[in-house]
């Protein structure tokens, strides 16, 4: 069984910066696909980005290319989400979750059957 310690949330102003982290026990990074999903309230949940256990490959929403980076300290065993030039629309719960999405799903929640308990993101001025 996967479990995760998420922080890192927190209230930011627009344009700001902040990094999530995702420490995981249960597994090792290079076993999992780690993912970074989020969900706004009235919202669907969404995927952000995930970095895969084997190849360390990264993908991410086209909402957040550019601005987000994943990564992670094998050593520690923890996923990061590096997030800059933050906006309102960023405001949401930010998950991690674990699993073996097929190459080209990692989007696809349905794939990660282990999940973090949720880190609030909250982008106001």
């Known amino acids: 069984q996967v479990h995760f310690v998420e922080s890192g949330g927190g209230l930011v102003q627009p344009g700001g910066s902040l990094r999530l982290s995702c420490a995981v026990s249960?597994?090792?990074?290079?076993?999992?696909?780690i993912g970074w999903f989020r969900q706004a309230p009235g919202k669907e949940r969404e995927w952000v980005s995930c970095?895969?256990?084997?190849?360390?490959?990264?993908t991410y929403a086209d909402s957040v290319k550019g601005r987000f980076t994943i990564s992670r300290d094998d050593v520690k065993n923890t996923v990061y989400l590096q997030m800059n030039s933050l906006n309102p629309e960023d405001t949401a719960v930010y998950y991690c979750?674990?699993?073996?999405?097929?190459?080209?799903?990692?989007?696809?929640?349905?794939?990660?059957?282990?999940w973090g308990q949720g880190t609030q993101v909250t982008v106001s001025s």
């Open positions: 979750a674990a699993g073996h999405p097929d190459y080209g799903l990692g989007y696809k929640g349905s794939a990660y059957p282990y």
């Open positions: 249960g597994g090792t990074l290079d076993h999992y696909t």
């Open positions: 970095i895969r256990g084997s190849t360390k490959s990264e």
